[in-house]
């Protein structure tokens, strides 16, 4: 038999230990660098690349397998994965080998009370196994300073370790994946050790109650306050021709939304604005399509966004539009300054024409193979796959959107913002900002290939006709290009919202403001808007914090409102899934650091592990206890060092959840309100109170300890999960009776976890909090938003509305040839054969 092995990899170890120990002649093959190592050829031929099945055959070379020892090499199995590896590379490439103890110490003490129990000084009886040694392989690298040896074992240490120790493994350990999220997470669940120090301060300051004056209600207009934190929140402007799915939701306005319901709690002084993006060609073809104005359209799918969002529970302080004399006024500001201070150039360009539309196309209205990359289905301003910037004529095999037709290549004069000339001004500004604020790691790096690359002159004008007008005379037939005039709409939003705009967007000095977005809008947002306001030179407050996300794919495909694929905003409303449960996993499954997917089957287990068995079930016990047990008056609590240490647990998670909200971490931050209820259910276990209520005083006093201290956790539960589930969180603080002030006093400073419900306070009605999802109604939603809807979206009413409202006849043409795809590809995915379409004609 041939062994392959690769220096510094553990598992050869454990592998060559076992061996070792046995009498079966090997060849030792040394020092492939192949990760999936060790390896072991058998003389059939047959390979084994898993070091315990290795392991299994050395028990079957020895004729000592039983069941004994099969369940003690388990043993060894719990320690080598996965906790092994996390404390592995704690120890080899973070330095941290005093959290070594503390990461094995569960599957350790199991393995002792195992020995203890059996009462044998080996796993297996009273000699040295093969589960003995591969035991010791397993934990020798960091147990090397132990003077414990196995003869058997040395020879495998000085094959694979080479007499390095630990650096030994550094770079094998280097290749290696991070351990998954869920095992990282296993050991940050396991409850916070604290000090005794800890344990009192954290019941000084519960005895504390809570503050007496919280703050007022907002009031309209909100301006900025000297002595405050004043944060201006700006959501991605949707397209208004677009129905918002789930990924551009939880992308732009739903994060925003947490991140300012969190700062107000904080007491920050807080705007949210928000609103349409509703010029540009996109809404002069969707106007086309429906046989109404441009305004017409704005003014419908205005409403579907302010409904949908509003469903959802989105706290804007304003929701407006672009379609403003305001956005005249201000854009039109910005470029007579850009043009004083000799920030634009004038170019002729080529354009993409579409001749049977008769129009030029806007860059989202053309489609081809990217130069760079080669994806099918790049757009004109940038392909979606490699991320790169596209001038529309670079496309290949460039097709228009709306007709199929191949455009025609046409010259036009148009004027450039000067971005070369800028470049100094944005890189010393960019430093600055990118350092002292929270930039997302991906917006960071989208903005450093942009200034990588070099700036080059950016075209904001364009030829179309429902746009904010270009004021010079030179180009008055022309309106501006989306992507100068759209960021502009924050400004004129504000200015819609209140006439003194400008204490917000001219006031760097007193003013920090978020901008939240999806990856695809970076750009825009860190070099292509500062730099129009950097040129304008008129102190205008520039983005601190840009916080991007990945994207949300749905199952395993993307959204497409044309294919039926995905949940989209007005579609959700109609499962009978509430907005807060929807918020709840959207937020879970936020693609903060990669892209993530929304998943039916994944929904359904959160909502029944996460929010109903974890979540609601503690709330519930919580709140009946007092109802059942002291009735419905909150009992004295005598503090045990017991209770004590829960306290400093909660403190201790509560501490974590406002660091990272602070940095604008929303999905790490829920897994802390997550691990608070999951404490708080193995403190109802632990102490079982309805059994202790059936005993003597002091165990009756006991029960109300335990009950009072539940039921203030649930308290505080409620203010943590106010920006994620308002409506949750209000239900929770009403079944409580909970006073307002608990919403402020908890969040404030580096958190504040005190006795809000004191003894004698009388809760209300407790009822519960969520409802399970049941596999038939998920599995129906699946199938549902999977593409057989694709035939609700564009069935023969639409066309015949066409030819009602008297549509030109290529409009009516697509749509019946989109029709006649769409059913063929509900075939197709349904199984079925697609027919031929019949030619209808007289029979000869």
Not at 195 to 204: K, Y
Not at 703 to 720: K, P, Q, R, W, Y
Request: hydrophobic share 35%; charged share 20%.
């Amino acid at each position: 038999m041939k062994l392959f092995v690769s220096e510094g990899n553990p598992h050869c170890l454990k592998v060559l230990a076992a061996l070792e120990l046995t009498a079966v002649k090997y060849k030792v093959v040394q020092f492939l660098s192949h990760p999936a190592l060790p390896a072991l050829l058998l003389p059939s031929g047959q390979q084994l690349f898993s070091a315990n099945a290795i392991c299994r055959l050395v028990h079957l070379f020895r004729s000592c397998i039983n069941n004994v020892l099969q369940r003690n090499f388990e043993k060894t199995v719990l320690i080598s994965q996965p906790a092994l590896l996390r404390a592995l590379r704690s120890a080899v490439l973070q330095g941290k080998g005093s959290d070594v103890s503390q990461i094995l110490q569960s599957p350790l003490n199991f393995l002792d009370q195992s020995l203890l129990k059996g009462g044998k000084p080996y796993l297996t009886g009273e000699a040295i196994s093969v589960a003995d040694v591969v035991l010791w392989a397993a934990l020798h690298p960091i147990l090397s300073d132990s003077s414990f040896t196995l003869g058997s074992c040395q020879s495998a240490v000085q094959k694979v370790l080479q007499g390095k120790g630990l650096q030994a493994m550094k770079s094998y350990m280097q290749r290696q994946p991070a351990p998954p999220n869920s095992q990282c997470r296993d050991s940050e669940e396991r409850q916070h050790s604290v000090s005794e120090e800890e344990c009192e301060a954290a019941a000084l300051t519960w005895s504390k109650g809570l503050s007496s004056c919280p703050p007022t209600d907002k009031q309209h207009p909100i301006l900025p306050q000297e002595g405050k934190r004043n944060v201006l929140v700006t959501s991605a402007l949707p397209y208004v021709n677009n129905v918002p799915h789930l990924g551009n939701i939880i992308g732009c306005v739903l994060s925003a939304d947490v991140f300012s319901r969190y700062g107000r709690l904080r007491g920050w002084n807080m705007l949210f604005v928000c609103g349409t993006d509703e010029y540009g060609t996109a809404t002069e073809n969707k106007a086309r399509e429906e046989g109404l104005t441009p305004q017409q359209i704005c003014d419908k799918y205005h409403a579907v966004h302010s409904s949908i969002y509003s469903w959802f529970q989105i706290d804007f302080d304003f929701f407006g539009r672009t379609t403003t004399e305001k956005q005249t006024e201000i854009a039109q500001n910005i470029f007579w300054r850009l043009h004083e201070h000799g920030y634009l150039v004038e170019d002729t360009v080529e354009q993409l024409r579409c001749e049977k539309c008769q129009r030029f196309l806007a860059d989202r209205f053309v489609e081809g193979t990217c130069p760079h990359c080669s994806y099918p289905e790049a757009r004109g301003d940038q392909c979606d796959k490699c991320g790169r910037l596209i001038n529309a004529v670079e496309l290949r095999d460039p097709q228009c959107k709306v007709c199929r037709q191949t455009p025609v290549i046409r010259s036009s004069k148009h004027l450039f913002l000067d971005l070369p000339k800028l470049e100094s001004q944005l890189e010393q500004w960019l430093e600055k900002s990118t350092s002292t604020g929270d930039w997302t790691t991906n917006a960071k790096q989208i903005t450093h290939s942009w200034i990588r690359d070099g700036l080059k002159p950016r075209c904001i004008t364009r030829d179309l006709h429902w746009g904010t007008p270009v004021p010079h005379p030179d180009f008055k037939e022309k309106v501006f290009y989306v992507w100068f005039d759209a960021p502009i709409g924050y400004l004129s939003i504000t200015a819609n919202y209140t006439n003194e705009w400008e204490k917000w967007w001219k006031n760097p000095q007193q003013v920090e403001l978020y901008n939240f977005m999806a990856k695809d809008n970076v750009p825009f947002h860190s070099v292509v808007f500062p730099c129009s306001l950097l040129g304008a030179q008129d102190n205008y407050t520039l983005v601190n914090h840009l916080v991007a996300t990945e994207y949300l794919n749905y199952e395993d495909t993307k959204f497409s409102k044309s294919r039926g694929v995905g949940v989209f905003g007005d579609m959700a409303k109609d499962t009978g899934i509430p907005s807060d449960v929807w918020r709840f996993y959207l937020l879970y499954v936020r693609p903060e650091g990669q892209d993530s997917a929304f998943s039916w089957a994944d929904m359904a287990m959160k909502n029944n592990s996460e929010l109903l068995n974890n979540l609601g079930n503690f709330i519930n016990r919580a709140g009946m206890f007092v109802t059942k047990f002291f009735e419905g008056c909150v009992p004295v609590m005598e503090l045990q060092r017991e209770d004590k240490e829960l306290l400093a647990v909660v403190g201790w998670e509560l501490q974590q959840y406002i660091q990272l909200m602070d940095k604008v971490k929303i999905r790490d931050a829920l897994k802390h309100i997550l691990n608070i209820s999951r404490h708080g259910n193995q403190y109802i276990q632990v102490n079982q109170p309805w059994k202790k209520i059936k005993g003597d005083e002091s165990e009756r006093q006991r029960a109300g300890t335990v009950t009072g201290v539940a039921v203030n956790i649930a308290c505080l539960l409620s203010v943590m999960l106010s920006p994620y589930m308002p409506l949750v969180s209000q239900t929770i603080r009403d079944q409580l009776n909970a006073p307002q002030s608990c919403v402020y006093t908890m969040l404030q400073g580096g958190g504040t976890f005190v006795c809000s419900l004191s003894a004698g306070h009388r809760i209300g009605t407790v009822s519960p909090l969520f409802q399970k999802l049941e596999a038939e109604q998920i599995e129906a939603l699946k199938k549902r938003f999977g593409g057989q809807q694709v035939l609700d979206v564009y069935d023969g009413d639409k066309v015949r509305a066409l030819k009602a409202q008297k549509a030109e006849k290529d409009v009516i043409t697509a749509e019946v040839s989109k029709l006649l795809e769409l059913k063929t590809q509900l075939a197709v995915a349904e199984g079925k054969n697609p027919e031929p379409t019949s030619k209808k004609g007289k029979k000869k």
